[in-house]
């Protein structure tokens, strides 16, 4: 499968616990953003990168969220001290910039339970 | 920042039927609207999308319709079938590239009733 990943696809925590989800763009996909959707909604946008620099954030990203891309190839989302309003699926997508008009495409998704 | 309503929330058409999605947009400087489907328990999918420079796009039974003037863009699904049961999501974004931060509406969960 050479779309987007993420890991894990699922992921069960109590409430207070950090957790780091990891996401694999597209084979030279030098941008990647993170979104979240909650049930019934759209996706909301969190955060993107060009490579390794991080060139947007929403105002929805609190202190608790950070997000890297080290290297400029995979990118991880940490969330400290969760709680119960963390629970949603954060879904990675991935774009390239070498053609004009790019297409935003989006992995399977990590799902977050806070309990 | 960019808010994107979309109407209506579930719609219910017989198969073969017409199927259209509505969505508003409040900042004039978003120029990139795609259209993302979403079937249950998959990745969001990327269906069609429409630039600022163009009023209409048609890819086989689906159209897009952009009206700058008064901030609205719809999704026309004709000949409806089974397989296009899914939830739909418009989306906008400033520039026309395609690489900012898309906005999407809270979707529109279409069945067509075979």
């Known amino acids: 499968d050479t779309g987007v990943s993420q890991d894990p696809r699922h992921k069960i925590t109590k409430r207070g616990q950090n957790v780091t989800f990891r996401c694999d763009p597209i084979?030279?996909?030098?941008?990647l953003y993170w979104y979240r959707q909650t049930l019934g909604q759209g996706p909301e946008f969190l955060t993107y990168?060009?490579?390794?620099?991080?060139?947007?954030k929403s105002r929805l990203l609190s202190d608790r969220f950070s997000a890297e891309r080290p290297k400029g190839s995979f990118s991880t989302l940490e969330i400290q001290r969760t709680e119960q309003g963390d629970s949603a699926m954060y879904l990675c997508?991935?774009?390239?910039?070498?053609?004009?008009?790019?297409?935003?495409?989006f992995g399977p998704g990590t799902r977050l339970t806070v309990t | 920042g960019e808010n994107v309503e979309q109407h209506p929330s579930t719609l219910s058409v017989q198969e073969g039927d017409s199927a259209v999605i509505k969505c508003t947009y409040s900042d004039s400087a978003s120029n990139y609207f795609p259209w993302y489907k979403q079937e249950l328990g998959k990745r969001p999918q990327l269906i069609i999308d429409?630039?600022?420079?163009?009023g209409e796009k048609k890819d086989q039974r689906i159209a897009v319709t952009l009206n700058k003037t008064a901030k609205h863009f719809s999704l026309h699904i004709t000949e409806t079938q089974p397989e296009d049961s899914a939830v739909y999501f418009c989306?906008?974004?400033?520039?026309?590239?395609?690489?900012?931060?898309?906005?999407f509406g809270s979707g529109t969960r279409l069945q067509v009733q075979p």
């Open positions: 997508a991935s774009s390239q910039d070498s053609a004009r008009f790019v297409e935003q495409y």
């Open positions: 084979s030279e996909h030098n941008r």
């Open positions: 990168f060009q490579n390794e620099a991080q060139l947007e």
């Open positions: 989306a906008a974004s400033l520039g026309d590239t395609g690489r900012r931060a898309l906005t």
């Open positions: 429409i630039r600022s420079n163009v």
